[in-house]
């Protein structure tokens, strides 16, 4: 089974901080990664991904994510945190074989909150 | 990116009557997507893969004979939500993947279904 774990629920950072978003992993095999951000009233948007090469991936809004073997994980990053980033982010995975195949799970979501 | 809509974007119905919710892929076609229930700050659950031309794949615990999907174009894929009853209020998701590999997935704003 594969399985996503956000530690988080709750993320507080001032703007203009740096701010990390944590996540973990269990799959089989290779893991493709995701983390995925809604904000209010609005579908899941698509941030950035890992599928394989450099273990550092830079994705959208100035966001990125680190991925880790050893440790599975693959938290989120930014280098100075806007206020316009809060949101509910979701770090998924995306399994390869048996009946996870194509599918993915999502972890439960951490709320981000900057406060200005 | 890709865009995927979803209709309607909300909808109340009485207990007892079928709601449809349609998800369509507006600049790509899709041969699978997925349907999932939101709760309130909780994260999302998978409950069917939809394939274009066959009969989709429901996860363990989804009625197939409440929730019926059909997938009869690359581009739509319909949810309805029969004989509805209010546990089944929530805010239902769709996605889909690009053709090709790239694996992330592009969500529907969602449809939020109340059932008095």
């Known amino acids: 089974a594969q399985s996503v774990a956000q530690p988080e629920d709750q993320v507080n950072v001032a703007e203009g901080n740096p701010l990390t978003v944590k996540c973990t992993y269990s799959v089989s095999g290779n893991p493709y990664l995701f983390w995925y951000v809604q904000y209010p009233n609005r579908g899941l948007q698509f941030l950035l991904k890992?599928?394989?090469?450099?273990?550092l991936v830079k994705g959208s809004y100035g966001f990125e994510a680190e991925f880790n073997k050893s440790q599975t994980s693959f938290h989120l990053k930014k280098p100075s945190a806007l206020v316009s980033d809060s949101a509910l982010y979701f770090c998924?995975?995306?399994?390869?074989?048996?009946?996870?195949?194509?599918?993915?799970?999502f972890g439960d979501g951490t709320t981000l909150t900057v406060k200005p | 990116g890709a865009v995927v809509s979803q209709h309607p974007s909300w909808v109340i119905c009485k207990s007892g009557t079928s709601v449809k919710i349609e998800c369509r892929s507006l600049?790509?076609?899709?041969?699978?997507m997925f349907w999932y229930r939101q709760f309130p700050k909780q994260s999302l659950m998978l409950m069917a893969t939809?394939?274009?031309?066959?009969?989709?794949?429901?996860e363990q615990g989804v009625e197939k004979d409440k929730f019926l999907i059909n997938h009869a174009s690359l581009t739509l894929s319909t949810l309805t939500v029969t004989s509805a009853h209010p546990e089944d209020s929530s805010f239902y998701i769709c996605?889909?993947?690009?053709?090709?590999?790239?694996?992330?997935?592009?969500f529907g704003p969602g449809t939020r279904l109340t059932v008095t």
């Open positions: 998924a995975v995306r399994g390869l074989y048996n009946t996870n195949a194509g599918k993915s799970t």
């Open positions: 890992y599928i394989t090469g450099d273990n």
């Open positions: 600049d790509f076609q899709a041969t699978t």
């Open positions: 939809s394939n274009e031309g066959s009969k989709a794949t429901y």
């Open positions: 996605s889909a993947s690009r053709p090709g590999g790239s694996y992330e997935q592009y």
